[in-house]
């Protein structure tokens, strides 16, 4: 019942709505609670990979109608960041559509010989000449950001490597550290929050990793609910030096509450 009191909800999405392509159960309960009580929520991933018009339509299509207005994603995070470090710089960008598009939508350009940053986010299709390139790139000055810190992605098949993990060839390569933006960096839960238009005592965060999602919470002080379908399950749990607020079988357990 305290979960069910906030007034809003910042959601995960990987491991919490959904397995790649497969609807996890108790979502579709949990996001017709949110809308038959007027909850504010917001679904925030850090994966760069879709844009929110592509995650409303990939929502869609497991049986969830959700405007586009209630998504926001690492990459649009990364583009307002070097937007307001760098306005109409240049970006050497390894990722999909999703990323490439908000760097466009913030004004950067695309230069694979001097640009300002060399931007890395989840993609299929990394391979040794684009690494190679991003080394060169940053070895020469190249300014190195990755759209989010996740080492590893939950999918239909089991974990499989993210940003956090394609970004280290390069980091290694050129002696360099990336800087990240999503989930746990502090600038994202501030965008959620003025998104969401609630504070964050009013706001419970939701999410599958206690790396990101959980941590995000307790340094943003916004309650944290774990769920279990994702990366973390209890014996991991106690790998951290933190706990979250309440653990969760799944997001449907609200409903159910």
């Known amino acids: 019942n305290y979960i069910r009191a906030k007034k809003g909800f910042i959601c995960d999405m990987d491991g919490v709505l959904y397995h790649g392509n497969r609807l996890l159960d108790g979502v579709k309960d949990f996001y017709n609670w949110l809308s038959e009580n007027g909850k504010d929520f917001l679904f925030l991933t850090n994966s760069s990979e879709r ?90 000055g190249a300014k190195l950001i990755g759209t989010n810190p996740d080492t590893t992605g939950p999918t ?31 600038l994202m839960m501030r965008i959620g929050l003025k998104m969401l238009g609630c504070s964050n005592q009013d706001t419970c965060i939701i999410g599958d990793r206690m790396d990101t999602d959980i941590i995000a919470g307790i340094e943003s002080e916004i309650d944290t609910a774990l769920v279990l379908t994702g990366v973390t399950d209890m014996e991991n749990i106690n790998n951290y030096p933190y706990r979250p607020m309440f653990i969760l079988n799944g997001v449907g357990d609200i409903a159910k509450i």
């Open 156 to 186: 239909e098949k089991g974990l499989v490597p993210a940003t956090r993990a394609l970004i280290s060839p390069i980091e290694m390569a050129s002696g360099k550290t990336a800087y990240f933006l999503g989930k746990p960096n502090p």
């Open 51 to 140: 844009s929110p018009k592509e995650l409303k339509q990939k929502l869609a299509r497991l049986g969830l109608d959700v405007d586009e207005k209630h998504f926001y994603t690492s990459a649009l995070a990364t583009a307002n960041f070097l937007k307001s470090q760098c306005p109409g710089g240049s970006v050497y960008v390894i990722g999909e559509a999703g990323l490439v598009n908000a760097l466009y939508d913030a004004g950067f350009t695309i230069d694979k010989h001097n640009p300002d940053y060399v931007v890395l986010g989840e993609t299929r299709t990394l391979n040794y000449e684009m690494i190679e390139r991003a080394t060169l790139l940053v070895r020469r």
